[in-house]
């Protein structure tokens, strides 16, 4: 069996990896967009304690020479510190999954695939909308009879447009 893997690693727009997995004796395909993120959960925590560490070494110098009040303060800087760190990782952890399967197209949006829409393959309809005006991005829509969801709203115009005609080749539109 002979699958093919290709890797886009988004430059231009920063942020974004394009996974697509396609195995044509299958009939079977999957696409998964999602963020590059350069720290994993572990490091995170170790770049944190470290901060951590810091903070806490500036605030008891300051305690030591009498300056008390900075202590709340380097406990809510810590706080804030932790909260934007998780919040980043959070974000991290969405990720948008294209299956396609035999007859079937499945969207699904979240970090757990909460959100999972399908859509019969005979009528799917892959629209590249442009913008209004020259500098607005286009919009990547997949649907049938009316309804559609959008794809790739994080990418940049060339990704989308490739990911457009991949999606196209893959459901042999």
Not at 67 to 90: D, H, R, S
Request: net charge positive; charged share 20%; with cysteine.
């Amino acid at each position: 069996m002979t699958v093919a893997r290709i890797w886009f690693f988004l430059i231009q727009g920063g942020d974004l990896v394009v996974e697509s997995d396609i195995s044509p004796e299958n009939n079977r395909a999957t696409f998964v967009i999602k963020p590059n993120c350069s720290l994993t959960w572990k490091q995170a925590k170790r770049v944190f304690l470290f901060l951590t560490a810091c903070l806490v070494a500036v605030g008891m110098y300051f305690f030591q020479i009498g300056a008390w009040l900075v202590l709340p303060f380097t406990g809510l800087e810590i706080g804030l510190v932790g909260f934007a760190i998780y919040k980043q990782f959070e974000r991290a952890s969405r990720r948008q999954v294209i299956e396609i399967e035999n007859d079937m197209l499945w969207v699904s949006n979240g970090a757990k695939n909460c959100n999972r829409i399908s859509f019969p393959i005979a009528w799917l309809q892959i629209r590249l909308n442009k913008g209004p005006r020259s500098w607005y991005p286009s919009r990547l829509l997949v649907g049938s009879h009316g309804r559609f969801v959008e794809i790739g709203r994080s990418l940049i115009e060339s990704e989308r447009e490739i990911l457009a005609e991949d999606l196209r080749c893959a459901v042999g539109k």
